[in-house]
Structures are given as C-alpha cells and as structure tokens.
C-alpha cells in the first residue's frame, strides 16, 4: 500500500489505473482536469498510459493485421496487448473473474454489457484496473476469451476507438474514490446512485443536506443565484427554507424526470407509499 502525504494530509493510494492505447497523446486532455486530476495530485489514484506500439516486435510497430475469413477493415493484433499486460504481475484471470482479487482487465467493446453506475461503484471498491482500447474493426477475439474479464460498452453507439469508452469509466470511478470529490454526500445522491442519499451522521447540515437523494432515480433539477435571471424565476419553495418541503419538491421533481426521459429506471427503483402517491398524480396530470 502506497501512502503518500499532500498539503499535510496523509492520503493511500486507492486505485490503480492502466489503459492501454495506440493513441497514449489522446488521454492528455481527459485526464488533467478536475477530480481526475485531484485524485491524482492527492495520491488517491494513478493513472498509467501504456503505448501499445512499444509492444510490437517489427520495424514498422504493427499492432493491427487484416482479419481471417475476409471482410472489411483490420483487426488489432493479440500478442503486443498479451505482452504489454505480462509485466504487469496481475492475479489469474479466474481469481480476477471470481472476486478474490480486487483488480480487473476490461475490454472496451461496443458489444460489451453496458457501463452503468452500478458497475462503476463496483470497480472503485478494486485495487486496479486495466482498461484495453480497441480501434479498427475490433480487437483479436482471444483478448475478450482469455485476457479480459469482462467487456464494457459506454452505450449503444459505434466509436472509432475505446479510448473515450476508458476515460469515461476512469472518470465515472474516480469520483467515487472516498476523498476525491470534497463533499462525498453529493456524490450519494447523483442520478442512478442505488441508495437515497439521506443525510447521515457528520454530513453538514446545509440546505443541501435536506435533499431527496436518487435512489436510483434521475437527479432533481437544481438552482442558484441569481433567484431570478431574464424573467425566469428559482422555484418558490427552494427559497422558503423549509427543508421537509423542499425534500418533497426535489422527490417529487426526481419521480416527474425519470418518468419523461428514464421510465424504464423506475421499474428497479425501490418506491415508498408516497412515491406511488405522487407518480400516479403525476401520471393522471393533476
Ligand atoms: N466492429 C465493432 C462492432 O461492430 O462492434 C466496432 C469496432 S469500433 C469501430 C473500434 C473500437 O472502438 C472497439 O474495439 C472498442 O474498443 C471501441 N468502441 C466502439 N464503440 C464502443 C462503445 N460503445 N463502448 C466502448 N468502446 C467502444
């Protein structure tokens, strides 16, 4: 365990990250802003770019060859991502499947499981992670069979490589590294987060603390200042400071958006007595 002290704090080392890419320049701009970057300065994370050309064993650093049975476009080659992951000393595939070692080798793929925050939450709880970027058509069937242990897709879409797939899974798990967001209650109560972000014990107690959580749910809209801009007006009620009202304002405004635009979020979504109260009046429009 690496422990390392910034500004007079004492911080470990939570998350190794390894993506492997051809393109290792891409990733200067992602990963140098924000909580990314934070995570980093503070010794809560490390990111490591590996260049998959450096794998390569010719003059001219192939790393892609046509794909067997014809077809269109090439395929990224097995052995330089075999090569490159070697010195990386990770436990076997199968202690790495089963849950006995924390560190994981993830595919980008769009024809992986799809990338949610569930799963996010799932690999901040791991030591390491190795994130490998397809381009072309797609990578050597033998890294999905026997290298990675699972596949990931950002969404149903096709990109030309997996390098942003990586560096919104390296975004999405940081953030949730206990220290790298300053306030970790916000992080509780984002959109899709599984538990309702109920004001726990050495939380503040701020308006903001008085909040409705997700729960699984979309996240409620949220204002600041100034209370009115060009006509438009902050809701009333989030100004009266009367945080049991602004709790119900902020569930039932949760409930009403992930109905317009995630319907399908609520069929998981755990839901109280009132929840069905306020949906059905939702539902009836009164
Ligand atoms: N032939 C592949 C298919 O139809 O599924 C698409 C290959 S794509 C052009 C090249 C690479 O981009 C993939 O190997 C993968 O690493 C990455 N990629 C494309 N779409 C992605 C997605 N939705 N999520 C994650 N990675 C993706």
Known sequence: MVRLVVRGFVSVL??????????????RGPLDHGITRRACEMGLAKIE??????????RHRTVDDRPFGGGEGMVLK?????????????????????????????????QGQRFTQKIAAELAGLERIV????????????????????????GDYVLSG???GAAVVIEAVTRLLPGAVGNEASTRQESFTAHAGEVEEGDEFTGN???????????????TRPAEFR???????????????????????????????????????ELSDEDKEVLARIRSGR
């Open 14 to 27: 939570q998350m190794k990250a390894d993506i492997v890419t051809i393109f290792p320049d891409f990733f």
């Open 49 to 58: 770019v590996h260049d998959l050309r450096r794998f390569t064993h010719d």
């Open 78 to 110: 097995p052995e330089p991502i075999f090569d490159c992951l070697e010195p990386f000393g990770l436990p076997s595939r199968e202690e790495r499947r089963n849950g006995t070692a924390r560190q994981s080798v993830i595919l980008l793929s769009a």
């Open 131 to 154: 994130l490998i970027c397809g381009r072309y058509e797609g990578v050597d069937e033998r890294v999905a069979e026997s290298l990675a242990d699972r596949e990931l897709s950002i």
């Open 162 to 164: 997996g390098e942003l």
């Open 209 to 223: 603390a008085s909040t409705c959580g997700s729960g699984g749910l979309l996240d409620y809209p949220h204002y």
């Open 231 to 269: 006509g438009m007006l902050v809701p009333e009620v989030l100004l009266n400071g009367n945080h049991q009202e602004i709790r119900r304002w902020r569930r039932e405004q949760a409930l009403q958006k992930t109905l317009r635009n995630r319907p399908d979020l609520l069929e998981a979504v």
